[in-house]
C-alpha cells in the first residue's frame, strides 16, 4: 500500500555531475544506454513542442482531482530539481498552472512531470517552463485530501524514486535511477559516438543493409530479389 500524509525532507539526489551528463543527450538514446528501461508511457507529451527537461526527482503522490500535495512539494524543491506527480488513481485535471510553475522556478525547481493534467500553457510556454503531462485540461482541482511527497511512485508505469534523474524531451520522458546515472551516461557517450561514425558512412551513400550486414540473414530468411 502507498504511503500517505507523508513528507520526507531528507532524499539522495543523483551527483550533479552525473545530471549534467546526461543532459547532454536525448531521451531515446538515454533508454538505450540503460538497456531500453525507464520510458513512461508515450502519452506523457510536452505540453509545448520546445519543452526539455533534465534534473533529480522530487516526487508527488496526488489523490484524484487535488493538488494540495504540489503546495507541499514546492517546499521541498532544491535547484536542479523536477516535480514528478502520480495519482492514486487515474485523473486529468488540471493539477498545474503558471501559478505553481513561478512557484516552483523560484525555489530552483526546472519542470514538471505528471501523471495527470496542466492548464496555463500559453504561460508556461511564455515563460518556458517545461511540462510534460498525460492531457491539457482547464478543469480545476481542489485542496482537500493528503497524498505524500518525496516517496516512490509509479508515473505513467515508470518506477521514480526520490532522487533519480529525468529527462524529458520531444520523445518522451526516461527515469535513470540515481546510482546508475553515472554508468548510463558513460554507455550513452559511447553509443553517441558510433552513431556519428554510422552518420557520416549513411550520409556518404552507404547502406544500413552493409554498415549493420543484413544480407546473409535476409537471405537465410528467404528474402529474395526479383528483377
Request: charged residues 20%; hydrophobic residues 45%.
Amino acid at each position: 500500500m502507498q504511503e500517505l500524509g507523508v513528507v520526507h525532507r531528507t532524499i539522495t539526489r543523483a551527483d550533479p555531475s552525473d545530471v549534467e551528463a546526461l543532459s547532454a543527450f536525448g531521451v531515446a538514446t538515454v533508454h538505450e544506454a540503460m538497456g531500453r528501461l525507464g520510458l513512461m508511457r508515450p502519452y506523457i507529451r510536452p505540453v509545448y513542442p520546445t519543452a526539455k527537461l533534465c534534473g533529480t526527482a522530487v516526487t508527488v503522490l496526488l489523490q484524484p482531482g487535488d493538488n494540495w500535495m504540489m503546495h507541499v512539494a514546492a517546499e521541498q524543491i532544491q535547484p536542479g530539481d523536477v516535480l514528478v506527480a502520480a495519482c492514486t488513481t487515474e485523473c486529468e485535471d488540471g493539477f498545474f498552472g503558471d501559478l505553481l510553475a513561478t512557484s516552483v522556478r523560484a525555489r530552483g525547481g526546472v519542470g514538471l512531470v505528471i501523471d495527470g493534467g496542466c492548464r496555463d500553457v500559453a504561460d508556461l510556454q511564455a515563460m518556458d517552463f517545461p511540462v510534460f503531462a498525460r492531457a491539457i485540461n482547464s478543469k480545476g482541482t481542489v485542496k482537500a485530501t493528503l497524498g505524500s511527497v518525496n516517496v516512490p511512485v509509479v508515473c505513467a508505469n515508470a518506477l521514480i524514486t526520490p532522487g533519480d534523474v529525468v529527462l524529458g524531451d520531444i520523445d518522451g520522458v526516461v527515469v535513470v535511477p540515481a546510482a546508475r546515472a553515472a554508468a548510463v551516461a558513460a554507455v550513452a557517450q559511447a553509443r553517441e559516438d558510433r552513431e556519428e561514425t554510422k552518420r557520416e558512412r549513411l550520409a556518404a551513400g552507404e547502406l544500413g543493409l552493409d554498415i549493420y550486414a543484413m544480407r546473409e540473414p535476409l537471405a537465410a530468411a528467404g528474402l529474395r530479389y526479383i528483377d
